[in-house]
């Protein structure tokens, strides 16, 4: 069932989208992408996004982080529409893209560097990210040297470095192998928590999303449209939330599941 957003329980969203639609032409003629999406994002919360394929999912990222522009509505960040690329933000790719020619510290400041930050001030913060996520020994090495799940907290620590206030998380961990990825999922959904940065995740499995999120967003078919929302709790853990990895074992896991895989709308025959 569609819930109340953040919005009433918070003086401003860190992030609201407000009836976002998006047009694009092809050689066959104009695509509607999405439809008329409204969404709030409280400051500090962790949302999940998940869809069938093709329903606009990234395309929405790209719109938060004013890398793309919507054909109608608005987009907002603390309040201020996103005209350009939005400094605020920080995005983490479904692969890693370290460079293969710098070491691990010299990609986890690639962000200031481009960004002309203090440089000094960065690299105590690289290695004290570094260090906090179990590379401190590896920030001389190189990504060939490093296993996947040591790549993507690598790939954490780049993102975190600009200091951004939201994080786009777009399919994080989907290349790495199933065991890499419940390892990993865990220890970044913990991370991130710990960090209390507002996160907007994309994702293809339910489960992650479930596990990691404090509130999972379902997306219709092309147009992409907002079809049901889900707020994410664990009564039987107490008071605090449990790890991704123990939330699996939690016994409102099977109802939040199958909720949210019939709202997906993805099934063979359907």
């Not at 919005?7 to 009836?19: D, S």
């Not at 605090?240 to 016994?251: C, D, L």
Request: aromatic residues 6%; contains cysteine; glycine residues 10%.
């Amino acid at each position: 069932m569609p819930i109340a957003s953040h919005g009433n329980l918070q003086n401003q969203p860190k992030v609201a989208l407000q009836e976002i639609g998006l047009r694009y032409f092809t050689l066959d003629g104009e695509v509607e992408a999405l439809s008329r999406i409204s969404l709030e994002v409280a400051p500090g919360e962790f949302i999940g996004i998940v869809g069938p394929s093709g329903c606009g999912k990234s395309t929405l990222l790209s719109l938060v982080a004013g890398i793309l522009a919507p054909t109608s509505g608005r987009v907002l960040l603390d309040g201020q529409p996103v005209s350009g690329p939005a400094a605020s933000c920080g995005y983490m790719l479904q692969h890693d893209h370290l460079f293969g020619w710098r070491t691990i510290l010299e990609n986890v400041l690639l962000g200031p560097e481009i960004k002309k930050h203090d440089l000094s001030a960065a690299r105590a913060r690289a290695l004290l990210l570094l260090e906090r996520y179990g590379l401190g020994d590896f920030v001389n090495h190189y990504p060939h040297q490093l296993s996947g799940g040591m790549r993507q907290r690598a790939a954490l620590a780049r993102t975190l470095c600009t200091e951004p206030d939201v994080l786009l998380l777009d399919e994080p961990f989907s290349a790495l192998d199933f065991q890499t990825r419940l390892a990993i999922s865990d220890e970044i959904g913990l991370i991130l928590r710990e960090e209390g940065k507002t996160v907007i995740l994309v994702t293809h499995d339910i489960s992650e999303a479930i596990c990691m999120t404090d509130r999972v967003i379902v997306l219709g078919r092309r147009p992409g449209h907002v079809k049901s929302q889900h707020r994410i709790s664990f009564p039987s853990h107490g008071s605090g939330r449990p790890s991704p990895f123990a939330a699996r074992n939690a016994p409102e896991f099977a109802g939040y599941f199958g909720t949210i895989w019939e709202d997906l709308d993805v099934h063979v025959g359907r």
